[in-house]
C-alpha cells in the first residue's frame, strides 16, 4: 500500500517568511499532488509534478524522484496563504493523500 | 463552466436513514470519485468511477453505492446512514484516469448522522 507522509502537520510562521511543507512517499508513487484547502471552503489543485520544479507565481513545488521527497515553498507569504495544504501520491492504485500541514500566516 | 458541483453542502440523517449526496461536472472528464475527510486522516476513497457504466471500490466502500449512468453525473448513496459517517465528502474528477491527471473537486458535503 502506498504512503505518504508530510511534515510539519502545523506551522505558523509571520508575514513576508519563506515557507517550505515537506512531502516523503513510498516506492510505487510515479506523481506528486500539491493541493490547498482553505477554512471551510473546498479543494484546489496547486501542483502535479513527476520530475523537476514547477512555479505558479510565488509558490514553487519540487520533487526528488531519487530520494522520494517533495516540497512545496512559499515565497514572501502572506495571510492569505494560510490554509491546509496536502501532498498526495500518484501510483497504479490511484492517489494517496497525506494528512495535511495546517499553515497559518501572521500579520 | 461550472466544474465540479456537489450538493447539499450540509445534511443532517438520523441513524438509519438513506440519502444521496449528488456530484456533477460539466468538464467531460472521465474519472469521477468520491472521498471522505475526517479530522487527523487524509482523504480517503470511497468509490470511483472510470467512464460511464463504469464503478469500483476504494479503500472505504461499506455503507455506499454508487452508479454512473451519464458521464457527468456519479452519485453516492448512503444506505442506512450511521454515526461513523459523520465526515466531509468531496467529490472530484480529472479528465483521465491516472495519477498524472490533476483532480477538480467540489465544495464538500459536511454530514451529521445523530
Known amino acids: 500500500k502506498n504512503e505518504v507522509e508530510q511534515s510539519p502537520q502545523n506551522l505558523t510562521a509571520q508575514e513576508g517568511e519563506f515557507i517550505t511543507i515537506n512531502c516523503s512517499y513510498s516506492v510505487g508513487i510515479s506523481a506528486l499532488h500539491w493541493l490547498q484547502q482553505h477554512p471551510g471552503g473546498g479543494i484546489v489543485s496547486l501542483f502535479m509534478?513527476?520530475?523537476g520544479k514547477k512555479k505558479h507565481g510565488r509558490l514553487i513545488a519540487t520533487i526528488n524522484i531519487q530520494e522520494k521527497h517533495s516540497s512545496l515553498h512559499i515565497t514572501a507569504s502572506h495571510p492569505r496563504d494560510s490554509a491546509v495544504y496536502i501532498c498526495?501520491?500518484?501510483?497504479?492504485?490511484?492517489?494517496?493523500f497525506g494528512k495535511g500541514t495546517h499553515l497559518i500566516i501572521q500579520p | 463552466n461550472a466544474g465540479v458541483t456537489q450538493t447539499p453542502k450540509f445534511q443532517v440523517l438520523k441513524t438509519g436513514q438513506s440519502m444521496t449526496l449528488q456530484c456533477a461536472q460539466d468538464?467531460?472528464?472521465?474519472?469521477m470519485s468520491w472521498y471522505r475527510q475526517d479530522p487527523g486522516m487524509g482523504l480517503r476513497l470511497i468509490h470511483y468511477?472510470?467512464?460511464?457504466?463504469?464503478?469500483d471500490q476504494g479503500e472505504v466502500p461499506n455503507g455506499y453505492n454508487v452508479s454512473r449512468s451519464t458521464t457527468e453525473d456519479f452519485p453516492l448513496r448512503l444506505l442506512s446512514a450511521a454515526p461513523s459517517q459523520t465526515s466531509v465528502y468531496f467529490c472530484a474528477s480529472s479528465r483521465v484516469t491516472g495519477q498524472y491527471s490533476p483532480l477538480h473537486f467540489g465544495n464538500g458535503t459536511r454530514l451529521t448522522v445523530t
Open positions: 468511477s472510470v467512464g460511464a457504466g463504469i464503478t
Open positions: 498526495a501520491g500518484g501510483g497504479a492504485d490511484g492517489l494517496t
Open positions: 468538464m467531460n472528464h472521465e474519472y
Open positions: 509534478l513527476s520530475s
